[in-house]
């Protein structure tokens, strides 16, 4: 096994002025899961080509243990990939799939049939080796695509989005077997995905890029709870974190009839860039409601002077144990989205009025004019 750098990595491609990759930095260490996760047309895909040797680096290096593979050819690199398409040959058994990259190798028979017999036995396919590809579920295919990575025992894994094609119940299950899987083999393994939930739930580390950018790269709970800037901000979480540009006033910032607190260093910070304002961020399941009208069970007295931000109710997406709350709140005369969840046994009508506040401790301040967290 081995570990993966990107040293500065840039790829430009032909006629065009902009990177799809800008100095990727990266230190993947021996064993570890990272996944690279971004909008379409962020430079994920192509940062796991340049590693892969199918696409050229036009500047910095990538290298490979010690070994800088930069320049050498994708057979070369003792690395295996499994695409988006599963790419299987449709002539072949699984058993001739998954062994195809040995037999090229020139391994002979019989150790090819105990190490494709092994990967199956882990990836349970042992009852399909016989079968054509057209025979098996999308599922399956995946799995199969999986084995052929699996038995020619690279030092690093390279995964293009291989959960794609499946459906919603079937991803959930698929992502959770590549996870156990990779733990248990321990293989250094690059994952590509434009899904968030997937990054969050799969890797040890989580890269998020932008316009080929590099924004962040941490473990999935600093990135929720530590995010480096707004775009990560409002990328990473299901739904979105909620966020909110407001003045700054005496001891925090103005939130609707309230004044939320936020640390001094931060709003120091904010005040030396010449701000007045700042972005305050804060999840769905951050917020408190302190007053609401139109549902019975958190009905109060009148309203009109309560403490916190009104939010007008237009969805309620019941989920059994909790809800999610989707409304809109005049902020500073500007008309904003909010999204809150709130108890399973506590859903407001629609049409109704809360005021809600963020919960002390649980904000994220960011600098109106950069988007960068602010210290605090």
Do not use: W
Not at 54 to 71: P, S
Not at 109 to 137: F, G, H, Q
Not at 218 to 235: E, K, Q, T
Not at 279 to 290: A, L, N, S, T, W
Request: glycine share 10%; hydrophobic share 40%; aromatic share 4%.
């Amino acid at each position: 096994m081995a570990s993966v750098t990107f040293d500065k990595a840039t790829r430009i491609y032909p006629g065009s002025e902009k990177p799809a990759v800008d100095q990727l930095e990266i230190a993947i260490e021996d064993g570890e899961f990272l996944v690279l996760v971004g909008p379409s047309g962020c430079g994920k895909s192509t940062s796991l080509r340049m590693l892969a040797g199918l696409e050229d680096v036009n500047g910095g290096a990538i290298r490979i243990g010690d070994r800088d593979v930069t320049h050498l050819p994708p057979k070369d690199r003792d690395i295996a990939m499994v695409f988006q398409n599963y790419a299987l040959y449709p002539h072949m058994t699984v058993a001739q799939n998954m062994g195809f990259a040995l037999k090229i190798a020139g391994i002979n028979k019989t150790d090819i049939r105990a190490k494709v017999e092994e990967a199956a036995k882990i990836l349970d396919l042992t009852e399909y080796l016989d079968r054509k590809p057209k025979a098996l579920s999308g599922g399956q295919r995946q799995r199969v695509a999986m084995g052929r990575a699996i038995v020619r025992e690279p030092q690093v894994f390279l995964m293009d989005e291989p959960l794609s094609n499946l459906d919603a119940k079937l991803r959930v299950q698929t992502r959770t077997q590549i996870a156990g899987l990779q733990r248990r083999l321990g293989v250094t393994t690059v994952y590509v995905t434009h899904d968030q939930v997937e990054a969050m739930t799969m890797g040890d580390r989580v890269a998020v890029l932008k316009d080929g950018l590099l924004q962040q790269v941490d473990s999935p709970r600093n990135m929720y709870d530590r995010p480096a800037n707004l775009f990560v901000a409002g990328f990473i979480g299901s739904p979105a974190m909620n966020l909110i540009e407001a003045p700054i006033t005496d001891g925090g910032v103005k939130f609707g009839n309230s004044v939320v607190p936020i640390e001094r260093s931060a709003l120091t910070e904010a005040q030396g860039k010449g701000d007045t304002h700042v972005v305050v961020g804060c999840r769905p399941e951050h917020f408190d409601i302190v007053e609401t009208t139109g549902a019975p069970s958190l009905a109060k007295d009148d309203p009109t002077d309560a403490a916190g931000l009104p939010v007008q109710v237009n969805v309620v997406e019941e989920l059994g144990a909790d809800g999610y709350v989707y409304g809109t709140s005049d902020v500073d005369g500007e008309t904003k989205d909010l999204v809150i969840r709130v108890g399973g046994r506590q859903i407001p009508e629609k049409g109704a009025t809360l005021h809600v506040v963020p919960r002390p401790g649980e904000v994220h301040v960011f600098a109106a004019s950069s988007g960068e967290r602010l210290s605090g």
